[in-house]
Nanobody, 122 residues
Framework: QVQLVESGGGLVQAGGSLRLSCAASGSAFRLNTVGWYRQGPGKQRELVATVSINGNTNYADSVEGRFTVSRDNAKKTVYLQMNDLKSEDTAVYYC????????????????WGQGTQVTVSS
């Protein structure tokens, strides 16, 4: 069993920055691709950014150039640095991880964190 815990959300003024963290815990697992998602008020959950186990990244057009996703494999933690925040970035941010267990049964499944609220005031 793997747990994902997000942290780092909060209230920030437009133009400000926040750094979110997604820490994975458990035993004998490999953290594969991790994605950050967000769900704004009255909106569907959308993909914000992904980072592969090798560090390859992808971003939604709406955050390209403002957000940076990174990971520390030794700490099993993924980060989302958010700069130049806008009111439309207000949402609950979730991390989702594709995880492979390293002990029998060797299976892959994905996990979600509980989310962290980001509120950007204009």
């Amino acid at each position: 069993q793997v747990q994902l815990v997000e942290s780092g959300g909060g209230l920030v003024q437009a133009g400000g920055s926040l750094r979110l963290s997604c820490a994975a815990s458990g035993s004998a697992f490999r953290l594969n691709t991790v994605g950050w998602y967000r769900q704004g008020p009255g909106k569907q959950r959308e993909l914000v950014a992904t980072v592969s186990i090798n560090g390859n990244t992808n971003y939604a057009d709406s955050v390209e150039g403002r957000f940076t996703v990174s990971r520390d494999n030794a700490k099993k933690t993924v980060y989302l640095q958010m700069n130049d925040l806008k009111s439309e970035d207000t949402a609950v941010y979730y991390c989702n991880a594709d995880v492979t267990s390293l002990k029998p049964p060797i299976v892959a499944r994905d996990y979600w964190g509980q989310g962290t609220q980001v509120t950007v005031s204009s």
